[in-house]
Structure formats: structure tokens, C-alpha cells
């Protein structure tokens, strides 16, 4: 979340950072780009052949162009280190054979391997007993390939029974809310208490209302409507950030208006937006960090200055989009939407813009050098692709802006590690290459894939697919992150180190989403029974590390299995971890990624526009 908060991260002092081969990483950069375009046309389209590449010839000569212009940057780059332990190419010439060598490796190689003996979970099965298996299998998968050939529905009677469990997980989390917290924004998992965190406004109650709609708790879910129709009160004279209650709070009610047509959640939505866009009053258009719910006075972190955090001005949109089209004010989507047309007159090097943004007049600066596809930049780069989507795929600026950025990271950020080639997306702060990875990137599996697919060039073209394939390598490391750990949970992020990987960088785990984000995502895309097996994985060890008696905690060490559950629990627990959890092993799932819905960054789905029109709900905005 923000500076100040969740999925756009914390504000973290100088990490010691682990030296790196720069200049060996910085080849196998540009070796992957070329790989992964070549390769997905080896055996005839390789990748996705049964997904519409229709020529593989014209696929192979324009990724070979691509490839071509990629080597030739290698003559600026002029990379002279080697990893110590395997042969890379030192030349033009020879990194051009090493593209070439490489595309024969890829093909299919039989049935999915990886289903377990038994059909199903058993209702009573023990997670007690659960040990991490560690990262040595599934090497296959590291390069974004997909090995094996599968059935669609092939897993459906084993996912069922593994929906049970997770049902069970929200069933047992709730039901500590709703005993020791109901009404607050969140639940102490240990001492059974409650926490005010947000602003009073019952956050993690408001942000799993469209979970328990999803999941069928239908008693829960009016049980908690009647609360938000006579206890939910925004008139409180208190600083709230614009950003997180519009996500979670904000974007919660209107995902349970859309699925239910409950009015009383829109009057709520009505009134907490009317409250957070005095944000936007400002003489430069763009909002203030925070905004007092009762007197609608403005403020904004000491420690920004001036600036403002880019992922944080550029992840309301979705949001007021729809509450603009449910109220019929029309303020809420084009000021939110100016914020765009004036970001995209920076006209960045690359389409990746800095963290810290400094409003100048009607335009802006940069606030400081550094891009990240983590904390504070990540979900500017996920509203562009989604804010196309929701509208129908008729408003370019939005598309046009995420490929250049897509371009950008893949030229720029995008880094192979050693001796394994695991596939990460690096930093990159005042000029220098920072080679970690926060876990708050993972969520870019699954975007690469929906823009993928969603590609106005068609699956086939060669974008689309060097962008699926880097988004399931992405995947699998994020998957490794798990794995690797003795406890088979990620830590916050991982510092890459020649020779290890990487090594856990900060060894706390706050039971975030996005990784099996990008499972959910990924199987619904392609079908491939291989991210429910991860999914499955994780799932096991939060039941296994992270359970109390009323609830799920963060831990504080990833890798000390003898360590309890400490005592906190955020709403996006309920809201997005569980949520992609279930939908990932539900084969009867209403969501449909490509045709009807968009999920906002807390995880709330709303129908896109078209759908909605052909539905024949109201367009306020046309009356």
C-alpha cells in the first residue's frame, strides 16, 4: 500500500545489501528477453501452441528481430563479468549462438506429473503434521515454459475438496472477527481483542463483504450488511489516508453493491467518497496523502515534503470510476482520471515513473530516482492495464502507457539470478541497480499475463507472449520465495546474491496476497494444474505456521518453524489472501478475468462496463 502501509510497503531504513554480479546479471538480462521471445516458438509455438499461435513462422522471425536489437545493445553495455559457475557468453557473436542453442530445450514432455496419489482432501485431514518440501522441484517451470500437457477440469474434484479447507480457514477467521472485533478494523489473532487502525470504520469487516458473497456465507455477509447500514459511521473528526480507505473500504462496498444490489452499501459508498475526494480539492489537482472525514481538512506525511507517493494518487481510479457511474457524478471519474493525462506528460525515459512524484503548478516532477515495481510504485502500473479493461478497452492512453512501462521494466529491470535463473524484477535507485525483490511484486505474474492475453496485438504476437512467459517465470520464483523457507512461507523480500539466489531480506511475513494472486490469475488464464499444487503448498503452510484459535497471525521469522503467530492480523487477510485462495480451487467461480470482471488492488471485483451496460444496470452518467 503506502508509505505508511501494506501492499505499496513500509517505509524501511538502508538495507545492507548483498553484492551481486553486476555485470554477468546484467547479460543474462538481455539473455532472457532473447530466450524467452525465442523460445516460444520452438516445437512449433512451444508455450501456448494450443492457445492460438497460429504462424509460427512469422512469430520466430519477428522475435528474432526483436532478439537481434536486444544483442545489439550488449555492444553499450559492455558486460565484462562472469558468474563464476557456468560458461556465458562474453561477445556479440557468442551471445547470439547461446540464444540460438537455447531454443531446442523447450517442449512438451508427457501427462502433468505432480498430481498426488489420493483424489481428494479429507474433511479431517491434519495441517499439524505439514512440512515444507523445499524448492528442488518444478525446475522446469523456471523459464516461464509450460512442460506438460493437461485436461481442462483435470484437477476439479481435487481442487473442490481443497476449497473445503480454505471455506474453512474464512469460516474460522471470521468467526474470531465477528466474536472478539465485530465492527472494528481488525482482530488481535493472539490475545483475542480488537485494533483500530484505519480509522474506526470496521475496515476488515467492509473489506471481506464480497468474500463471504463469493464464498456463500450468505448468513455472515447480512449479518455484517445490517451492521453497515446502522453501526458504520464516516463522521469522525479524524485523518484518514485517501489511499488505503479508498481501496479497502471504498472499494469493499461498492464490489458488495455490484454483486448483491444492496442499496444500502451504495448510500455508504456515497457518502465515504463524497468525504475522501475533498482530497482532490487542491490547486493542483492531484490529492493529499490524507483528509479529515469530518471537516474535510487535508494532510499529509512530514517525511514526504512535498511529494506524494506515486502508487498511492495512481490506485483510486478504479474506484471512483465506478462510484461516478452508480452516483452519477461525474467529478469523481474525471478528476481522478486527470491525474493520468498529466503523469503521462512527464514523458518518462522507459514509462517507469519515480516513487516520490512533486506536484509543480498544473504538472509534476520527479520527487527522487527511484523505480520499482514494489513498494510505492507497483499498483500505478496495475490501474493502467485494469483501467483499459474496466472501460471496455476503448480508452488507449491507459494501454499505451502500461506497454511502454512493460517495455521499460523488461529493458531495464528485469534480472536473471545465479546459479538457478530464477527470474526477478530488480530496483533501480539514483542510476544503480538494487538486485532484491519485495514480495509486494508478485502481483506481476499475473498482471503480465492478463495484459498478455488481453493484448490488442492478439496472444500470438510476440509481445504478448514474451510477456505470459515472463509472468510465469516471475511466478515460479515467487513461488521459490515459499518454498525455499523452512516454514514454506515468503519473507518480505529477498536480497539476490551471486552463487545463493537470494537470501531472506527481511524474515517477516505479513500474510500477504500477491503471490497466490498471480496462482489464481495464471490457472484461471492458462489452466495449468501446476498453480494449484503451489497454491496448495501455501495454503498448507499458513494453516500449519499462522493459525491461532481465532484467527491467522503474521509471523516475525519465516525460517524458525518453532516460532508462534504474532498478534496481528490485516484485513487484506480476508480480503484478497483467502479470497484468491478460494477462487483458485473453485471451479465454479462466477469471476471471469477476461469478459466480465476487474479486481481493484484490495482484491474487490466489480463488473467491467460493457457488462454492466449489458446487464442493463444504470449509467447514471448517461441520464
Sequence with gaps: MSALSRRRGTKTSKRNLVPFAVGGVALLVIGFVGFALIGFVSNGGGLENAKGITDPSSVKKATRDITNKVIS???????????????????????????????????????????????????????????????????????????????PNESDVLARSRRYHVKKAMEHAWGGYEKYAFGQDELLPVSKGAKEKWGGFGTTLVDSLDTLWLMGMKEE???????????????IDRDCSVFETTIRSLGGLLSAYDWSQDEAFLDQAKDLGARLFKAFDTTTGF?????????????????????????????????????????????????????????????????????????????????????????????????????????????QRYRKMYDKAIQGMHDKLLAVSMPSELVFIADKNNGRMDYKMDHLVCFMGGLLALGAYTDP???????????????????????????????????????????????????????????????????????????????????????????????????SNVRNVD??????????????????????????????????????????????FPVMDQDGTMDLLKQ
Design 287 to 395: 490529492p493529499t496523502q490524507a483528509v479529515n472525514m469530518r471537516t474535510g481538512g487535508k494532510a499529509s506525511a512530514g517525511w514526504l515534503g512535498r511529494n506524494i507517493i506515486l502508487s498511492e494518487f495512481t490506485s483510486v481510479q478504479l474506484e471512483f470510476r465506478n462510484l461516478a457511474r452508480f452516483s452519477g457524478n461525474r467529478d469523481y471519474k474525471t478528476k481522478t482520471e486527470k491525474i493520468f493525462e498529466v503523469l503521462q506528460k512527464m514523458n518518462v525515459k522507459d514509462g517507469i515513473y519515480p516513487i516520490y512524484i512533486r506536484p509543480e503548478g498544473t504538472d509534476v516532477v520527479a520527487g527522487n530516482d527511484k523505480i520499482t515495481f514494489g513498494a510505492m510504485g507497483d499498483s500505478c502500473y496495475e490501474y493502467l492495464l485494469k483501467m483499459w479493461i474496466q472501460g471496455g478497452k476503448t480508452e
Design 457 to 555: 496485438l492478439g496472444l500470438d504476437s510476440p509481445r504478448a507472449q514474451r510477456d505470459l512467459k515472463t509472468g510465469k517465470a516471475l511466478t515460479y520464483t515467487c513461488y521459490q520465495m515459499y518454498a525455499r523457507m523452512e516454514t514454506g512461507i515468503s519473507p518480505e523480500y529477498v536480497q539476490f546474491s551471486e552463487g545463493y539466489d537470494f537470501v531472506a531480506g527481511a524474515n517477516h511475513y505479513l500474510l500477504r496476497p500477491e503471490t497466490v494472486e498471480s496462482f489464481f490469475i495464471l490457472y484461471q488464464l492458462t489452466g495449468d494444474p501446476v498453480y494449484r499444487e503451489w497454491g496448495w503448498e501455501v495454503f498448507q503452510s499458513i494453516e500449519r505456521y499462522c493459525k491461532t484459535q481465532v484467527g491467522y497471525g503474521e509471523l
Design 73 to 151: 545493445s550488449l555492444r553499450k553495455r559492455k558486460v565484462k563479468t562472469k558468474p563464476k559457475d557456468r560458461k556465458t557468453p562474453n561477445n556479440i557473436k557468442e551471445a547470439k549462438q547461446y540464444f540460438m542453442e537455447h531454443e531446442v530445450e523447450i517442449g512438451t514432455s508427457g501427462a502433468f506429473p505432480y498430481y498426488p496419489t489420493s483424489p481428494k482432501v479429507a474433511e479431517d485431514h491434519d495441517f499439524t503434521t505439514w512440512t515444507a518440501p523445499g524448492g528442488k522441484r518444478f525446475e522446469e517451470y523456471k523459464q516461464g515454459d509450460s512442460p506438460y500437457e493437461y485436461s
Design 563 to 608: 516460532m508462534a503467530p504474532r498478534n496481528s492480523m490485516e484485513s487484506f487477510f480476508l480480503a484478497e489472501t483467502i479470497k484468491y485462495l478460494y477462487l483458485l480451487f473453485d471451479p465454479e467461480t462466477p469471476i471471469d478475468l477476461l469478459h466480465k470482471h476487474v479486481f481493484n488492488t484490495e482484491a474487490h471485483p466489480t463488473r467491467i
Design 221 to 235: 455477509f447480512y449479518r455484517a450488511r445490517d451492521w453497515v447500514k446502522t453501526g458504520l459511521n464516516h463522521n
